[in-house]
C-alpha cells in the first residue's frame, strides 16, 4: 500500500492518501480544498488514480475538495449514508466493507462529534477523523454533537480495537502526527479508561470553546461536498483558496 499523512495548517486538518499498489488506484480521506494542487501532485508522483475521496463527517473548519476533485478527475464522492448528500456517489455503512481496489475498509460508525461521524479501519490502522483526537476528541456542542454517543463510540467501537492498532486523527493543533489505541486507553484525559461518563460529560460541557469561525459557512458548503460560498466575509476568504504547498508528513 501507498500511504501519505498530508497536513494542512490553516485547520490543522490531516487528509491521508491510500493507494492500492495493484491497481493504481487511490483514495483521499478528508481533503481540503485548500490544498488540491498539493494532493494533485502527491497522486502524480506515485503514479495513482484517485477512485474516492472518503470523509470521515460534514466538517464544520474547512471546506472539503471531494466536488472539485470529482470534477478535475472524476473520482466518486464517499461519504456517510447517514448524512443522505444528495451529491454523494457511495453512501458508507457501517457493516458494508469499501473497497479500494485491493484495500478494503470497514467503517464504523462513531457518533458524538457530530451525528453522522465515521471512522475508518484498515488492517493494523483506524482513521478516527474528529471523534479520537491524540490525547483528546473532537467538540460535541454542534452538530447534533452528543457527549454521550462520542463516549459511547470512542469506549465500544475504538477501544474495542487492539491496543497496537495505530491510530491517525482527523486533526492536530500540537504537531503530533499518530497515537495508538493503548496509548489513548491508557492517557487521553478526557476519554481514557480512568475517566467516567459522569465526568466525560463534566469536561465537555465546560471546555468553553469559542463559536467556530467557519461553521456558518462550512457546513452547508460541505452539505453540497465542497462548495465555497460567494458571499465570504474578505476575513475568511482563504478558508477556500487554493494554496500550492503545505507541511507533509
Known amino acids: 500500500m ?54 470521515t463527517h460534514i466538517h464544520a473548519d474547512h471546506i472539503t475538495a471531494a ?61 478516527t477523523g474528529d471523534a479520537l483526537l491524540i490525547d483528546g476528541c473532537g467538540r460535541t456542542d454542534f452538530q447534533n ?3 454521550d454517543a462520542l463516549f459511547h463510540s470512542v469506549r465500544e467501537k475504538l477501544f474495542a480495537l487492539p491496543d497496537e492498532c495505530v491510530v491517525y486523527p482527523g486533526h492536530d493543533y500540537q504537531q503530533r502526527r499518530v497515537t495508538s489505541i493503548g496509548q489513548e486507553k491508557q492517557r487521553n484525559p478526557r476519554l481514557g479508561m480512568d475517566k467516567s461518563l459522569p465526568e466525560f460529560r463534566e469536561i465537555m460541557a465546560s471546555l468553553g470553546l469559542a463559536y467556530p469561525s467557519f461553521i456558518d459557512h462550512a457546513v452547508p458548503g460541505n452539505r453540497l461536498c465542497g462548495v465555497c460560498p460567494p458571499d465570504l466575509p474578505e476575513s475568511l476568504t482563504k478558508y477556500c483558496a487554493q494554496m500550492t504547498k503545505s507541511q507533509q508528513g
Open 2 to 55: 501507498i500511504f501519505r499523512q498530508l497536513f494542512e495548517p490553516l485547520s490543522s486538518t490531516y487528509t491521508y492518501l491510500l493507494g492500492c499498489e495493484e491497481t493504481g488506484q487511490a483514495v483521499l480521506i478528508d481533503p481540503v480544498i485548500l490544498s488540491i494542487e498539493r494532493d494533485l501532485d502527491e497522486l502524480a508522483r506515485h503514479g495513482l488514480q484517485l477512485a474516492f475521496t472518503l470523509d
Open 67 to 127: 466536488l472539485e476533485l470529482r470534477q478535475k478527475l472524476g473520482s466518486r464522492i464517499a461519504g456517510p449514508a447517514f448524512d443522505q448528500l444528495p451529491c454523494t456517489d457511495v453512501g458508507v455503512e457501517e457493516g458494508k466493507p469499501f473497497m479500494v481496489g485491493s484495500l478494503t475498509l470497514s467503517p464504523l460508525h462513531t457518533p458524538g462529534h457530530t451525528d453522522g461521524h465515521f471512522s475508518y479501519l484498515l488492517g493494523d490502522r483506524v482513521f
Open 145 to 147: 454533537g452528543d457527549a
